[in-house]
């Protein structure tokens, strides 16, 4: 069996934002439910004086990618990294984190993923993690290989970082070559590429750089074939789907109106962090 994609989807135009900064949005969903449990998907290039000082998230995870440069992340916690170009971090704000990512020195080149927690998690307590480059198990094959940072791959896994399941992986295939991508049961993942051109899913549709094609599965394990046309660079996501209602507002993820309102409330009085479900 191999699975045929649900879709095929291309970033945003990339914007400027302030002096030093530019962003687009890769994933920005207004209807959540074809994309569960994924959010939300940026991409930025920011250097100092920009970043993102010190603000506020409940109810979901960040998982961050480095492509170039050097991140600076400091939270309420006294969590603190430093991450270098193909480092992952792993951030759960839960029930509420305040924290800040800033530019190294040279800038940062970042995709940032929000990741949903499902109701019965959201009130976690924050917690925050590092995966260095060199800690993912590199996998080879004829023509790619395949830097695996979570999940299970050509019989190797790497535990998730994130408190929601989690797979996630870098990819490069030479042309021509080809390899089959896990899926779960009851997932849903997508593959976003970098460079290059690549064939995916039963009907080998194209999709080029700067496209993401995505697909799930219902019942039974299955797997997404990929094979490129050009030398490919691509990161492969997937994560278990959650089929519940979302309301997202500024940076609050929760699942009613009334929940949105209590975290903008405790943030407003200084609870943000205190509160727990």
């Not at 006294?78 to 971090?89: N, P, T």
């Not at 549709?205 to 990929?226: F, T």
């Amino acid at each position: 069996m191999a699975l045929a994609i649900d879709r095929i989807e291309t970033a945003g135009p990339r914007n400027v934002l302030g002096p030093r900064h530019q962003n687009r949005l890769i994933i920005a969903p207004q209807d959540h439910r074809p994309y569960s449990p994924f959010l939300f998907l940026a991409e930025d290039w920011f250097a100092p004086p920009a970043g993102f000082p010190t603000h506020p998230h409940r109810g979901m995870e960040t998982v961050t990618f480095i492509l170039e440069g050097q991140m600076i992340h400091e939270d309420h916690t006294g969590a603190h990294g430093e991450l270098e170009a193909g480092d992952v971090q792993f951030m759960t704000a839960g029930g509420g984190v305040m924290h800040s990512e800033m530019p190294g020195p040279r800038g940062v080149h970042s995709l940032q993923l929000w990741l949903n927690l499902p109701a019965a998690k959201k009130m976690t307590p924050a917690r925050y993690g590092d995966q260095r480059a060199a800690e993912a198990a590199l996998i080879t094959g004829e023509g790619y290989e395949a830097r695996l940072y979570a999940g299970e791959l050509g019989g190797e896994s790497r535990p998730h970082g994130s408190l929601w399941p989690l797979a996630l992986m870098d990819l490069r295939l030479e042309a021509g070559a080809a390899l089959a991508l896990p899926l779960k049961a009851g997932w849903r993942g997508f593959l976003l590429v970098l460079e290059g051109e690549a064939q995916v899913g039963t009907g080998e549709a194209p999709v080029k750089a700067d496209q993401h094609a995505w697909a799930h599965v219902a019942e039974a394990d299955d797997v997404l074939p990929v094979s490129a046309r050009t030398a490919v660079r691509a990161l492969f996501y997937a994560a278990p789907i959650i089929d519940e209602p979302v309301v997202a507002h500024g940076p609050f993820v929760m699942n009613t109106v009334d929940e949105i309102r209590q975290a903008f409330l405790d943030y407003q009085t200084g609870r943000l962090t205190a509160v727990r479900g």
